[in-house]
């Protein structure tokens, strides 16, 4: 620990580790064992493996989420002098190269990428030539399906970790229950003994809760507590558009609030929280977008204007105030119409049952390529099943984690736009005469500002595989020859063993997989229950809100004697109304407007305001009148009425001139043995894909959730 300490000391100019820091990197340094870092936002986890990484004599490799936080801390490294680096997806071929080079060659001592990453065939081939002293995985609670982030791709690290001979691995989080711990801990073979937790409670934050029946009782309560601010404020809002009404709202009570979110442009999102990060008394009403990389010691107040929809992520936006150990006020306001806004997040990810049969059924049967692996475009399926990207990616995870048919190789870009450059270098693109050169030429259609390239289409044309066509075309770029702009990725999966070819099979697995996703629906809604329960507990809000992550008796006398219910000795009084029955008016409206019959869920989603792929490319979303007519009934209910309307046409989408007619043709999901055979590389049928213009059947089934690490062994 001495060399820990002169680095900790020299390099990052500090006189001792806090909090339980350096028990962390005594795990790693010492005992070279594997750890978990549960530390608040801003408790100071990202030294815990920047100090070992000095120690070591390898390169560390930081797996992070995002790329704005990646850059700003590899930018702080270089600062004080430490190699550092991150490979993101934005930087040009020319950086991609330096860094690459610098990783190869020992320069490095830090790198940083996304999980995406380790779907990338050449990162992992130079992986293995590289010595990975320390494997440090932020927002490690991503990992688990049980937490409020999970991210498909975080399932693939552990088993990268083993596949590497990784020495140590480190995870980070700043919030997790006892099932995200368990599920860490699992997957990276973490004892008891590594586990370092610091508790969530922190004696200088007063939470207080409040009710309103309305966004203008919001704004004045909001308002109030604004105007005695001693510092500045963020103000946490549910959708982009409240953000907006939020701060007009506050503009005409004369505060003056920025306004964040994800859709607006980059450079506007950077400004901003650059003026923010700067200001004495700012305030930003914002999106859960505005807070990662967030390190302010003095803002005084953070307001959730609309109720968040975990205790997770409360406990991570609230932890931005006060770091610097001063009195800071927590102000969360509950309110009967924001309840249905969050549900629909949970209830849109879930697809339907058919949808996800035909889905399984296209990649089931689906050809290989001639290279072993089978390949498609995520936004076309997107599309044409109604499954959002996230939840694609997440049952793509599911057959290469859980059932092993394959494993997610480097992604191909299908469509090349080329511009011409200069006379010269054309020149030498058409004289080019190496086979792949050719086949390009001959294959690529004219444009109005150069050519487009097929890649799938020259490759059946020339029997050239797919990497020559791709390895020519960067080549014509990185000499300078042309400008390249690809589009259309399609994702890639090197085949395991087969996929089941017969529809009962199928749909057995279709099936198991729906009540998966419908179990992590019924998780969502009861984490929003979750979160009406801490603000209505007759006890004190810093002892229910401990409690909840497992930090049982860190309250002095069970009392932090500044929430509101320590002040008032009574808890908050909340109703957060009632659900209805469908209105039948409004439901033969949306009948009359809304032509699918072959899945009743979109119809559902629709009613009660929840977009998807499917209703987007319609135009049925927010700017319809009728979306989102029935956000106050039961979404149970309306799925059973909307079924009984799919089932009474024999789930045949009726004609756009009029919701009664039913005429179309009909075509389902069969539960027949299988295809007629069809020549193919796998031994495996083949089906077209589906179209939403005809109808579709139905399924349900059963499945259980299992660890995708239960039948590793040590690395």
Known sequence: MDKAHII???????????????????????????ALCIFPTGGGKSLTFQVPALCFEGITL??????????????????????????????????????????????????????????????????????????????????SQWGTSFRPEYLKIARFAEEMNVERVLCLTATATKEVIEDICVNFLIDEHGVFKTPVYRPNLGFCVDSAPNFDSKVQKAVALLKKRTGPAIVYVTLQKHAEEAAIAFRRHGLEAAIYHAGLPQDERTRIQQNFMASKDGIVCATIAFGMGIDKADIRQVIHMYMPKTLEGYSQEVGRAGRDGLPSTCLMILSPPDIPILEGFCRGDTVSPTSLKLWLQEVALKDEDGDGTISFNHYTQAREFDIKDTVLRLLYAQLELKHGFFRAVTPFYAIYDLKELSAADWQKVMKDNTKPAQAIRAGWTRKTAGYQVDVMAVVAASGISREQIARTLSMWELEGLLESKPSQVRNRYRVIKPLPTDLPTIGALADQMFEEMVAREEDGVRRIQGVIEFATASKCLAVALAEYFGDVGVVPNEQCGVCSFCKTGQSLSFNQGTTFDPDPVQVASVLSTVTIRDDPRCLARFAFGVSSPRLYANKWTTKHPLFGCLVDADFKKLLEVFDVECRRVDYVNVAEDSANRTTGTKRSYSGGSSYPAKSSTRGRSTSGSSSYSSGRGRGRGSGTKTSYASKRGRY
Not at 9 to 32: A, I, P
Not at 90 to 101: E, F, G, L, V
């Open 8 to 34: 900790l000391h020299d390099v990052f100019g500090h006189d001792s580790f806090r909090l339980l820091q350096e028990q962390v990197v005594k795990r790693l340094v010492e005992d070279n064992d594997n």
């Open 62 to 143: 930081v797996i992070s989420p995002l790329i704005a936080l990646m850059k700003d801390q590899v930018e702080s490294l270089q600062n004080k002098g430490i190699m550092a680096a991150n490979l993101d997806s934005s930087q040009d071929a020319a950086m991609t190269r330096i860094i690459k080079h610098d990783t190869m060659n020992n320069k490095l001592k830090l790198l940083y990428v996304a999980p995406e990453r380790l779907n990338n065939e050449g990162f992992v081939e130079m992986m293995r030539n590289v010595k990975i002293s320390l494997l440090a995985v932020d927002e490690a609670h991503c990992i």
